[in-house]
């Protein structure tokens, strides 16, 4: 059996263990792209960040492949589907370090820490800022996946009453009532904080919009941690340009570099962050668990972890 890996643009060494812990298997570690094409000729699996169509039709005998990210929107979906290939996502390896972030943006903007970086660039100062808290607040959760729970665990710990969106609606920790899509409205009517984790598929294609927006209170704050397709970005410059709500901190836009010239630089009630709230400096740390379980399962003919549904689109 032979498995190629590729972890760029990540270095390899955290992931150099597999070697170690399956000496009966022919792990090839790749670094350039023709690398890649001629090593995954004769693999039966690759582990990878992201695959061009290109490089699975060069694996004729691929039956695996094993993805490095949680959203797999890199890699040529309809085609692996055809080929009947398995794909695995690395759904979990983001869990702590995304409800760091979720937490920290919800206390940035409780404290108003936005206005008061923008007063410091121009030298003012305001000692009359409202300060607030999160605790007491209610938080809602669009997407409720293991990013999603993680979050719902911290918030409720930390006193928010906490609801969410589940495509189907199960008892989860920490969450008061989990509706399927249509509490949409619910939650955009009733939270203070409303996180976005959605996926980007047919069914979420820019789901957030002008209807969205408009139920939302005044004093309301609207974190998109997921896809920056599942947001109607015109509809949300424009709420934004006409205050109808407080806040809104993206990591994620429908284009990717946010280019120079869009709207939403210049507007002083929004935080945008580069889409950095997945990455983290020991990532193929985290994913090491995740990529030697499966691979064991692989090996043993098991059924292997976060199999990616094609119907579903995540």
Known sequence: MKIVVTTFPFANKDLLKLKNDFPDIDIVFTETKDQVLKEISDADGVVSMALR?????????????????AGVDA?????????????????????IHMTEYAI???????RRVDTMILNQQRTHWDSHIPQNEIHGKKLGIIGLGSIGQGIAKVANILGMEVYGIKHTPVEIEGVKKVFDMSGMD???????????????TQETEKIIDQKFFNLMDKEAVFINMGRGKTVNQEHLAQALKEKRFRLCISDVFETEPLPENDP??????????????????????????????????FVKGNTLDNIYSFKKGY
């Open 53 to 69: 169509q290109e490089q699975i039709e060069a694996g004729k005998q691929l039956k695996w492949i094993q993805s490095l990210t």
């Open 75 to 95: 890699y040529p979906l309809e085609y692996i589907e055809q080929r009947n290939i398995t794909l695995t996502t690395g759904r979990g390896i983001h869990k």
């Open 104 to 110: 920290s943006m919800m206390i940035v903007a409780a």
């Open 186 to 200: 619910f939650i955009a009517q009733n939270c203070d904080y409303i996180i976005l984790l959605l996926p980007h």
């Open 264 to 297: 939403l630089w210049s507007m002083d009630n929004i935080i945008i962050t580069p889409h950095v709230c997945g990455p983290h400096v020991d990532y193929m740390a985290k994913a090491y668990t995740i990529v030697k379980n499966n691979l064991n399962k």
